[in-house]
T-cell receptor
Framework: AQSVTQLDSHVSVSEGTPVLLRCNYS??????LFWYVQHPNKGLQLLLK??????LVKGINGFEAEFKKSETSFHLTKPSAHMSDAAEYFC???????????FGAGTILRVKS | GAVVSQHPSWVICKSGTSVKIECRSL??????MFWYRQFPKQSLMLMAT?????????EQGVEKDKFLINHASLTLSTLTVTSAHPEDSSFYIC????????????FGSGTRLTVV
């Protein structure tokens, strides 16, 4: 079975400082991993996805994530936070393409001016 | 890019009535659609998976007679909450994927259901 653990329920950073949202996964198979962002009362937008190609994945809005099999991690980073980045972020795993997605509990990112 | 339109964005209904939520893929054929429920300050919980032309597969604990899912065409899936009660109040989100996987999983904008 697949599972995802987002290590922080809330992260607060100052505008212009780096962002790190942590995610560990568990999977019996080679996983596909995703990061989604959700603004209040909105649907989900895909930031980036890993599907067994390059381990460093670049996404939209300056976000990137690195797949580390030895650490079973897929942390999301951004060099410089912007106020518009304030939202909830979900780390998601799928066993193989087409299977259902398993969501982490989410991390709320707060960006202080 | 791929777009999934979900309607309505919010709805208020009286207890005992039924509510239908629509999810449409606008520029691709959605062979599979997923319906999620999200409680306040919680993650998304998968309710059911539907393939076009087939009966939906419900997750454990989800009442299929209460949450009716129809996926009659490659661009439309509906979720009907029957005999709604206040505990059904929640945020419902659909997601669609195409057969070839060209567009990945695309999410609708969600529906806020309030049952009074």
């Amino acid at each position: 079975a697949q599972s995802v653990t987002q290590l922080d329920s809330h992260v607060s950073v100052s505008e212009g400082t780096p962002v790190l949202l942590r995610c560990n996964y568990s999977s019996s198979y080679s996983p596909s991993l995703f990061w989604y962002v959700q603004h209040p009362n909105k649907g989900l937008q895909l930031l980036l996805k890993y599907t067994s190609a390059a381990t460093l994945v670049k996404g939209i809005n300056g976000f990137e994530a690195e797949f580390k099999k030895s650490e079973t991690s897929f942390h999301l980073t951004k060099p410089s936070a912007h106020m518009s980045d304030a939202a909830e972020y979900f780390c998601v795993v799928s066993r193989e393409y087409g299977n259902k997605l398993v969501f982490g509990a989410g991390t709320i990112l707060r960006v202080k001016s | 890019g791929a777009v999934v339109s979900q309607h309505p964005s919010w709805v208020i209904c009286k207890s005992g009535t039924s509510v239908k939520i629509e999810c449409r893929s606008l520029d691709f054929q959605a062979t599979t659609m997923f319906w999620y429920r999200q409680f306040p300050k919680q993650s998304l919980m998968l309710m059911a998976t539907s393939n076009e032309g087939s009966k939906a597969t419900y997750e454990q604990g989800v009442e299929k007679d209460k949450f009716l899912i129809n996926h009659a065409s490659l661009t439309l899936s509906t979720l009907t909450v029957t005999s709604a009660h206040p505990e059904d109040s929640s945020f419902y989100i659909c997601s669609a994927r195409d057969l070839q996987g060209l567009f990945g999983y695309t999410f609708g904008s969600g529906t806020r259901l309030t049952v009074v």
